[in-house]
């Protein structure tokens, strides 16, 4: 992944900052992974609630800080590119292999 963030790095707001060093000083949830609940409806109810429990954070005041949302936003370094710049998964290995990295 780093292999190619770094060949895409013409496409960054800052090609000059290295996208694995940056700091991320909000405390953000991204995402959760399964909650161990066995039948589907625990399943359905867990993941509205944590789709609930997420949103909320990201909103919620953090003293000293502020909103993570807001703080996200003020901070973003992304920008667009079209998915046709990105390789397939199989082709950026290929490439990385091609400039001696090694994929196991």
Same mark, same amino acid.
């Given at each position: 992944m780093l292999y190619m963030q770094e060949q !895409?790095?013409?496409?960054?707001?800052?090609?000059?900052?290295?996208?694995?060093?940056? @700091?991320?000083?909000?405390p953000? +949830?991204?995402? !959760?992974k399964g909650s161990g609940l066995k039948s589907m409806?625990? +399943?359905?109810?867990?993941?509205?609630?944590? @789709? @609930?429990?997420?949103a909320a954070w990201n909103e919620h005041w953090i003293r000293g800080r502020g909103i993570p949302n807001v703080l996200m936003?003020?901070? %973003?370094?992304?920008?667009?590119?079209? %998915?046709?710049?990105?390789?397939?998964?199989?082709e950026a290995g290929r490439q990385y292999e091609e400039n001696g990295g090694t994929v196991q």
């Open positions: !895409l790095a013409e496409y960054r707001r800052n090609p000059s900052a290295p996208p694995h060093l940056r @700091k991320h000083p909000q953000r +949830i991204m995402w !959760l409806e625990g +399943i359905q109810v867990s993941q509205v609630g944590m @789709k @609930k429990f997420v936003a003020q901070n %973003n370094q992304t920008k667009p590119i079209d %998915n046709s710049v990105v390789p397939a998964a199989n």
